[in-house]
Antibody, heavy 122, light 111 residues
Framework: EVQLVESGGGLVQPGGSLRLSCAAS????????MNWVRQAPGKGLEWVSY????????YYADSVKGRFTISRDNAKNSLYLQMNSLRAEDTAVYYC???????????????WGQGTLVTVSS | QSVLTQPPSASGTPGQRVTISCSGS????????VNWYQQLPGTAPKLLIY???QRPSGVPDRFSGSKSGTSASLAISGLQSEDEADYYC????????????FGGGTKLTVL
C-alpha cells in the first residue's frame, strides 16, 4: 500500500525556518517524481515545488523561489522541504504528492499524504 | 488569482448530472493534459480524473472528463450526497520553465 506521511509542521515566527519531511513507503520511491502542494486555510490548492526522481531537476512556484528548497534522499525514501524566511502567507497545510508517469501526458498526483500544518505567526 | 478558472460553486439534486468547467490557456490546458482532484471535507485531495478523461481504479464511472482546446470539463452523473466536495482541475504549464497550475476549486453542493 502506498503511503506518504508528512511531518515537521508547527508554529514558527515570521522570518523563521522549518523543515518538512515526507516519508514514503509501499512503492519504489527512487522511481517517482515528487511534489509539494499547499493549501492555505479555507483556500484552494497551490503547487509549491517539484523534484525529479534523481533530484537533478527542480522547479519552484514564484511565490517560494529563493526561500524554499526541495530535496530528497532516495536511500531513506524521504522527501524534504526546507522553508526559510517564512511569511504569514506561507501558513497552510503542506501535502507531499507522488507524480504518476503517464504515456503522452505530463503526469498527475496519484497519491497524497495527509498533510502537515505550518502556521507562521508572531 | 488562479491560472485555471473554475466556477466557485455548483449544485444539483440527487440523481442529476452536473458539470464543472475549467478554463486555461495555450501554455497549460491547450498543450497538456488535464487532471481533476476531489477533496472531501477535512481530507487530502484525491485523484479523480487524469489525462483528460481517464479514471483511476476505484473511481466510479459516474465521473467523466473531457477537454477541448483550452478548456476542460468534469461531469458527474447520477449525483449522490457523498459527491459533495471541492473539485480542482490542474495541468502542467509550459511557461516560466514549467510548473503545475491549479484551478481555484469548485464547491459542489448536493441539495
Amino acid at each position: 500500500e502506498v503511503q506518504l506521511v508528512e511531518s515537521g509542521g508547527g508554529l514558527v515566527q515570521p522570518g523563521g525556518s522549518l523543515r518538512l519531511s515526507c516519508a514514503a513507503s509501499g512503492f519504489t520511491f527512487s522511481s517517482y517524481e515528487m511534489n509539494w502542494v499547499r493549501q492555505a486555510p479555507g483556500k484552494g490548492l497551490e503547487w509549491v515545488s517539484y523534484i525529479s526522481s534523481s533530484g537533478s531537476t527542480i522547479y519552484y512556484a514564484d511565490s517560494v523561489k529563493g526561500r524554499f528548497t526541495i530535496s530528497r534522499d532516495n536511500a531513506k525514501n524521504s522527501l524534504y522541504l526546507q522553508m526559510n524566511s517564512l511569511r504569514a502567507e506561507d501558513t497552510a497545510v503542506y501535502y507531499c504528492a507522488r507524480q504518476a508517469e503517464r504515456i503522452a501526458a505530463a503526469g498527475d498526483f496519484d497519491y497524497w499524504g495527509q498533510g502537515t500544518l505550518v502556521t507562521v505567526s508572531s | 488569482q488562479s491560472v485555471l478558472t473554475q466556477p466557485p460553486s455548483a449544485s444539483g439534486t440527487p440523481g442529476q448530472r452536473v458539470t464543472i468547467s475549467c478554463s486555461g490557456s495555450s501554455s497549460n490546458i491547450g498543450s497538456n493534459t488535464v487532471n481533476w482532484y476531489q477533496q472531501l471535507p477535512g481530507t487530502a485531495p484525491k485523484l479523480l480524473i487524469y489525462s483528460n478523461n481517464q479514471r483511476p481504479s476505484g473511481v466510479p464511472d459516474r465521473f467523466s472528463g473531457s477537454k477541448s482546446g483550452t478548456s476542460a470539463s468534469l461531469a458527474i452523473s447520477g449525483l449522490q450526497s457523498e459527491d459533495e466536495a471541492d473539485y480542482y482541475c490542474a495541468a502542467w504549464d509550459d511557461s516560466l520553465n514549467g510548473h503545475w497550475v491549479f484551478g481555484g476549486g469548485t464547491k459542489l453542493t448536493v441539495l
